[in-house]
């Protein structure tokens, strides 16, 4: 079991940047994949990007590449979300998402609220 909670969400002016971070509690961090989602309203919740457990590999939603950057500190068994450039389309409720695939096991936060306008 391990619960996340998700910070560092509000209001971001276009062009502008947000940091958001993931604190996991109650597990072994360093053996979950940890991803960023969000969901904007009327739409399906969609991928922002990924870190692996092993070699801190990365991927990114095209729609983000070069704008976000997603770390973790295992030491603090946090994971961050860095989102640069931000656009008004970035406007959505992130979502931090811890998966470890065998024994096969998934946690979600409850979500933290990003709105881009100027």
């Known amino acids: 079991q391990v619960q996340l909670v998700e910070s560092g969400g509000g209001l971001g002016q276009p062009g502008g940047s947000l940091r958001l971070s993931c604190a996991a509690d109650?597990?072994?961090?360093?053996?979950?994949?940890m991803g960023w989602y969000r969901q904007a309203p009327g739409k399906e919740r969609e991928l922002v990007a990924g870190i692996t457990s092993t070699d801190d590999s990365t991927n990114y939603a095209n729609s983000v590449k070069g704008r976000f950057t997603i770390s973790r500190d295992n030491g603090k068994n946090t994971a961050y979300l860095q989102m640069n450039s931000l656009k008004p389309e970035d406007t959505a409720v992130y979502y931090c998402?811890?998966?470890?695939?065998?024994?096969?096991?998934?946690?979600w936060g409850q979500g933290t609220q990003v709105t881009v306008s100027s």
């Open positions: 998402n811890a998966l470890r695939l065998r024994p096969p096991f998934s946690s």
């Open positions: 109650g597990s072994i961090f360093t053996v979950f994949i």
